[in-house]
């Protein structure tokens, strides 16, 4: 089943949108938007893809209520009333999906994702995109559980499912760095303005991690530190890409406060390279 008045319509956001718009069932990707407007651009095209392909669309709101995200949809060319009464189109507010009660309520997250879910397979659905925005987790201080819920759903969805994580980057940059590196971890591909091609956290992050060894302690004072994280940590590389908290958490025991310093530059490294300022 196609959703009505789901033709294709000109990016401004370019070559992203395309690398956003064939993510794959099963894939749990992250956006980090500077803007309402490249917001909705880049989840209203991805949700559209899913509509052209014969999948279901799920919006879930937080930054913006329900309402104005229907009132945005229609403007971007989506017929949001026919879809939602052909069930193609879900929209919720955060407090129907995230929290209850202002607390964050995973298992009722998970009930609702089955349920939608089935839904769309009764109706001959292909799968489901869902994309959710992440602004209630911050604005109701509960970024810890975000974080829980990120890393329980995994880098890849047991579901023909496609998700994508909306975060607005005025909150991304106030995560603290160790949780930062975790969230990015916790999904299988990151999409922003900056990326046109797949971008994963391993992509990136031991590139950054050994250029900031060597900028703070030189060439061979970073082969020290790795020699020495290697030994006592089994930490190689490789492995600092598959677990950065324990890297970090590793630099924190060798070098005390001294590591304040590398987890800053590793922070400030990551935003430049994913596009926070």
């Known amino acids: 089943m196609r959703g009505r008045n789901s033709e294709p319509r000109v990016s401004e956001v370019g070559r992203t949108l395309d690398y956003a718009n064939i993510l794959k069932a099963g894939d749990h990707g992250v956006l980090f ?12 095209n991805f949700l559209q893809a899913g509509l052209q392909n014969g999948e279901g669309a799920v919006y879930v709101a937080s930054q913006e209520p329900s309402k104005q995200i229907r009132r945005h949809m229609k403007d971007f060319g989506l017929n949001v009333k026919a879809l939602e009464k052909d069930d193609v ?6 407090n129907d999906w995230y929290m209850i009660d202002g607390e964050v309520n995973v298992s009722h997250v998970m009930m609702m994702s089955q349920r939608v879910f089935d839904e769309a397979v ?42 994508l994580c909306a975060y607005d980057v005025n909150h991304a940059k106030f995560v603290d760095g160790k949780y930062f590196a975790s969230l990015i971890k916790a999904h299988g591909s990151v999409v922003t303005s900056r990326f046109a091609p797949e971008t994963t956290f ?42 950065p908290v324990a890297f970090i958490e590793g630099l924190e025991k060798l070098i005390g406060s001294g590591s304040n310093v590398v987890k800053q530059s590793l922070l400030r490294q990551m935003h430049l390279k994913i596009g926070i300022r």
């Open 33 to 44: 938007y500077r803007n309402p407007q490249e917001k909705h651009e880049m989840l209203f």
């Open 89 to 94: 189109l879900k929209i919720f507010d955060y």
């Open 122 to 163: 009764e109706i001959g659905l292909k799968g489901l995109r869902g994309c959710g925005e992440t602004a209630c987790f911050f604005e109701h201080n509960k970024q810890k559980e975000l974080l829980e819920y990120e890393l329980m759903v995994g880098r890849k969805l047991a579901f023909p499912v496609t998700a």
């Open 202 to 243: 391993e992509n990136f992050f031991p590139t950054i991690m050994l250029n900031v060894l060597e900028t703070t302690f030189g060439k061979m004072g970073k082969e020290i530190i790795l020699e020495i994280l290697a030994e006592r940590y089994s930490l190689t590389p490789r492995t600092i890409a598959e677990d």
